[in-house]
């Protein structure tokens, strides 16, 4: 009931003028809208007028009803991204919000597919709404899906939307040699072991395998191979290269038998795992007469630390100048020895490394230094 001011005890009396409520409901003489509303919407609006009995004089009112109706909806996804992956167990339910029941109306609902498809191998569950199966086909889908709900009252229906992507489940790589990896991917060093595992992607049914691992066109870091039957990368690189993305193929087979390819970018490059320097500055480092011994400086790149190293330091062809009585020795780099004569000195040295049976040169290394 309505609450009226100012009408001195008379009794008001209204009548709709124009408008309409919903469906099952009434305007009572009396200014009351009662009954039981069957017909959802948020703008039912009825003009009324107000007089009262014994009273000339009458007003105008509007009112306006909302009615609140269910909304079935599934879980929104992404179709840039894949929902479930082939072979796939689903169990999608179906959410009604929006709505709250009558404590006195039993309610019983029944989903029908209205348009549009399920992925294959996934049923409509009539009589709650959940999509529940087994993916046996990749592609994208999408269906119109029927809710309707009876009381009784009467029925209402409303419609929610089940959109997905089917896809291949990936894979990529693990780092299991203990190089480990930048932002472009991994890392693997000459003359030092390397290896990389398959990884499976989490969204793969349990049970699925991976085989015919596959690098198509671009080839790993020489020294580095790729086991067909695991897809294992591995081995010792014995050259230095550049980030690569390598595309590597596969087949997955998945629990219901499903074969279908899939395929991953892999990221290695090969680096030295060290950095030979020696002193670069023009500060005089010892003076004529006086020994020096100046030690070639060696940073590790690599986490991995070398295996028996050997190292052979040579003079590059051209001028070379270093004091007199002082030398370079070629296995260690040391350069020693009692200067006779001052002055600013430079040389070019080549630094062959040897580790694991693997060699690799390091050019055009800077050594200058001065004697007072």
């Given amino acids: 009931m309505p609450a009226f001011f100012g009408f001195d005890g008379h009794a008001p009396i209204c009548v709709a003028t124009a408008g309409k409520l919903p469906a099952g409901m009434v305007l009572g003489s009396n200014c009351a809208i009662v009954g039981r509303p069957t017909e959802p919407g948020s703008n039912f609006n009825i003009s009324i007028r107000v007089g009262a009995s014994g009273v000339s004089n009458t007003i105008q009112s509007t009112v306006t009803v909302r009615v609140l109706a269910p909304s079935a909806r599934y879980m929104a996804r992404t179709m840039s991204q894949n929902a479930f992956s082939i072979g796939e167990t689903v169990n999608d339910v179906v959410t009604i919000s929006g709505w709250e029941a009558p404590a006195d109306a039993e309610i019983a609902w029944v989903y029908t597919l209205k348009s549009g498809a399920l992925p294959p191998g996934l049923t409509l569950n009539a009589n709650t709404g959940a999509v529940v199966g087994t993916t046996t086909s990749v592609g ?3 269906a119109e899906i029927g809710a309707r709900m009876s009381t009784k009252f009467g029925a209402y229906e409303t419609v929610a939307t089940y959109a997905v992507n089917v896809g291949v489940p990936g894979f990529g790589y693990v780092n299991t040699g203990g190089t480990g990896q930048s932002l472009n991917g991994m890392n693997s060093y000459i003359g030092q072991p390397f290896s990389a595992e398959v990884s499976l992607s989490a ?7 991976l085989k015919d691992f596959a690098i198509p066109a671009v080839q790993l870091p020489a020294g580095l191979t790729i086991d067909p039957a695991t897809g294992r990368i591995a081995g010792t690189p014995t050259t230095t290269s550049a980030n690569l993305s390598i595309l590597v193929k596969a087949t997955i087979v998945t629990p219901g038998g499903a074969s279908n390819p899939t395929q991953t970018n892999f990221g290695v490059s090969a680096s030295r795992p060290i950095l030979i320097r020696h002193v670069s500055s023009t500060v005089p480092v010892g003076t004529v007469g006086t020994p020096i011994s100046l030690n070639p400086i060696i940073t590790a790149i690599s986490s991995l ?11 590059q062809p051209g001028p070379c100048s270093l004091p007199t009585g002082v030398s370079i020795d070629p296995a260690t780099g040391v350069v020693s020895g009692t200067p006779g004569t001052a002055g600013n000195f430079i040389c070019y040295l080549d630094i062959t490394i040897t580790n694991a049976g693997i060699s690799w040169l390091q050019q055009s290394t800077l050594l200058t230094f001065a004697i007072r």
């Avoid at 630390?305 to 003079?315: D, G, Q, S, V």
């Fill in 305 to 315: 630390p070398l295996t028996a190293p050997t190292y052979n330091y040579a003079k």
């Fill in 140 to 142: 994208s889908f999408s």
């Fill in 203 to 209: 969204t793969a049914p349990a049970g699925s395998i």
